[in-house]
């Protein structure tokens, strides 16, 4: 199961933008990269994915390197909802049900007011 | 309306005992997923299932026994409680087909909170 690294936490202030880096070097060509968070007591909540262009949605910006070794979750302004534990995870492709997440520890993200 | 329902939301129990938790989804999911989260917050797969149809099982022990009645419901039996089995414990759908499973994304429930005592 191909592996992510992220930082264990990042600080923000309220209002700016937050860059979430996430490398994945032994990303195989068929790997997607998917975002999710976790708030405070509530379950993972899905972010964003892409596969090889840049992807932008109501929640927030993902920029995949050219060489997909690596990948950063942009939330262009920070409010304190957004305070949550990041998680960056490769889903393959297979049959259906068969590619499990693999969760890794995440970025605690902490944003100040 | 909720997604990924669970219940119950908190579940305290004594060792030795037999419980369940149950999970219902109303997306039309093909999918549906138990995790398990432990008190260093380790997110874990324990169990897929598709259309019904028992997908991945983890090394879980023997005890923990999923059941899918239909394709909008997945529950969670646990037989003679241990201590290690205190942790929240996610259930989660997704819809792999029509999609593609690498593309499709998990809705996950709120949790269960297990607390064996």
């Known amino acids: 199961d191909a592996k992510t690294t992220q930082p264990n936490s990042m600080e923000s202030n309220e209002e700016e933008p937050v860059h979430l880096p996430c490398n994945h070097s032994?990303?195989?060509?068929?790997?997607?990269i998917h975002w999710y968070r976790q708030l405070p007591s509530q379950g993972p909540e899905y972010v964003i994915h892409?596969?090889?262009s840049n992807v932008n949605n109501r929640m927030a910006s993902l920029a995949i390197a050219e060489d997909r070794k690596s990948s950063t979750l942009i939330l262009h302004r920070a409010t304190l909802r957004d305070a949550a534990v990041y998680y960056c995870?490769?889903?393959?492709?297979?049959?259906?049900?068969?590619?499990?997440?693999?969760f890794g520890t995440g970025t605690r993200l902490k944003v100040l007011a | 309306d909720t997604a990924v329902s669970q219940t119950p939301k908190y579940l305290v129990t004594q060792m030795g005992n037999d419980k369940s938790i149950k999970c219902e989804q109303n997306?039309?999911?093909?999918?549906m997923y138990w995790y398990k989260q432990d008190s260093k917050k380790f997110l874990k797969i324990m169990f897929s299932?598709?259309?019904?149809?028992?997908?991945i099982n983890e090394t879980v022990p023997n005890r923990f026994s999923p059941k899918s009645p239909d394709k909008a419901h997945l529950n969670l039996h646990i037989n003679s409680l241990e201590l290690g089995d205190s942790a929240v414990y996610f259930c989660?759908?997704?819809?792999?087909?029509?999609?593609?499973?690498?593309?499709?994304?998990?809705?996950f429930g709120p949790g269960t909170r297990l607390t064996v005592t």
């Open positions: 989660a759908s997704s819809q792999d087909q029509e999609v593609g499973p690498g593309r499709s994304e998990q809705y």
């Open positions: 032994t990303i195989s060509g068929t790997d997607y």
């Open positions: 892409g596969l090889t």
């Open positions: 995870i490769l889903r393959a492709g297979g049959t259906s049900g068969t590619y499990k997440y693999i």
């Open positions: 997306l039309g999911h093909d999918t």
């Open positions: 299932y598709n259309n019904k149809e028992l997908i």
